[in-house]
């Protein structure tokens, strides 16, 4: 359900409007391909943004004249605008914001009423947005934005979810390619299904969004997350470019975060390989036992030595560790998902004057 809490009210279907198997059939009707090919679509555009003071006006610029293109082209109707999602942002993004809401039709603000991470404030202007489509795209423009006119004509041509992927990441350093490629290839391991190389650029139509908010849990991870709408889907390739300004929301601490996020929201993997490591270590100790048995009564001889105690006394408290550590993560997560907060709360919304 949705979780933006609004005026003090918690604005969501109520729970029993969904049958015990999920979604009603037919109760997110489709798009007929006929009407999406006869007239410019409204679309969305979702832009989360955290300390992006230095990149906002690059930003909005470019949007804007994007915008202006979708137009003439036939591909976005008058409605269309850019929502900037600002998420607790502590310089001077929310007014940067505003002023652009005040000046210029095109542009929407959303601002939270702290911050709830990227994939919340994602997740707010996807579900505060009113449009045929809805796109998201980073503050950054690392993504390239002009994208999306492909983006759309998929979406006419009868897809629901169109992904940018990234093609050639020869922007980005070394050690952040290898490891961003190295996780995708991880979590297609452990069984989550994702797109390698897509992160949160991506256009989703309408009817998508509207299943997408029958997904109630609270620890999101997108990425994951959309595949499970089932929809018609396709790929849009690009080059990822540099950063123009500002410095980079992801540090090292917030990937790590977001990448263990995903394992534990998917896979169920982690577990199974906790109890795999307990049955080798079992097996590992009967064959030291037989090994020690041999040696004191059989071979005649015994070495003794304090190594031989410790070690495997430090090896199995360690693993015992790592074992209720996970086991723990999953259980936080339990924990947190029966709470069921809002996943967002909206402070300021420029369109609707929610304050």
């Known amino acids: 359900m949705s979780t933006a809490l ?28 006929s009407s999406r090919a006869e007239a410019p679509v409204t679309c969305a555009i979702v832009v989360p943004c955290y300390n992006e003071e230095e990149s906002l006006p690059n930003a909005a ?18 409605a269309s605008h850019v929502c900037f999602v600002d998420d607790g942002s502590r310089d001077e993004t929310w007014n940067l914001i505003a002023a652009l809401a005040a000046s210029n039709p095109d542009f929407r603000g959303i601002r939270l009423t702290r911050n709830f991470g990227h994939q919340g404030a994602v ?20 993504d390239d934005e002009r ?27 070394f050690f952040k390619r290898f490891t961003a490629e190295a996780y995708y290839r991880v979590l297609g391991w452990l069984g989550v299904k994702v797109t390698f ?23 999101l991870f997108l990425r994951g997350m959309v595949p499970l709408v089932g929809l018609r889907s396709c790929t849009v390739p690009y080059a ?29 993997a982690p577990l199974r390989i906790v109890s795999g490591l307990g049955a080798l270590i079992a097996l590992g100790a009967l064959a030291v036992t037989g ?60 369109r609707r004057n929610v304050n």
Not at 61 to 72: H, I, K, M, V
Not at 248 to 260: D, E, H, T, V
């Open 61 to 78: 610029l470019a949007l804007s004249g994007l915008l202006a293109e979708l137009r003439e082209r036939g591909l976005a109707s008058a």
């Open 197 to 219: 190389n897509h992160a949160d650029f991506r256009l989703m139509s309408r009817r998508a969004i509207e299943i997408l908010k029958d997904y109630g849990e609270s620890n």
């Open 291 to 350: 090994w020690a048995f041999y040696v004191r009564v059989i071979g005649g001889g015994f070495v003794p030595g304090w190594a031989s105690t410790v070690v495997p006394m430090y090896f199995l408290g360690g693993v015992q560790i790592l074992c209720l550590g996970v086991l723990g993560e999953y259980v936080g997560k339990i924990y947190l998902e029966t709470k069921r907060r809002p996943r967002y709360l909206v402070d300021v919304d420029t």
């Open 240 to 268: 990822r470019r540099e950063r123009l300004a500002g410095e980079s929301k992801y540090p090292l601490g917030k990937m790590l975060g977001l990448a263990w996020e995903g394992i534990t929201s998917f896979s169920i």
């Open 147 to 173: 994208c999306i006119a492909t983006m759309l004509e998929k979406y006419r041509a009868g897809m629901d979810v169109v992904l940018g992927v990234r093609e050639d990441r020869s922007s980005d350093s």
């Open 6 to 33: 609004k005026s003090g009210e918690l604005a969501a279907r109520p729970a029993r409007e969904r049958t015990a198997a999920g979604v009603r059939s037919g109760s997110h009707p489709a798009v007929g391909l």
């Open 123 to 142: 997740l707010a202007g996807m579900f505060e947005c009113d449009a045929d489509t809805i796109i998201t795209i980073d503050a950054d423009l690392q």
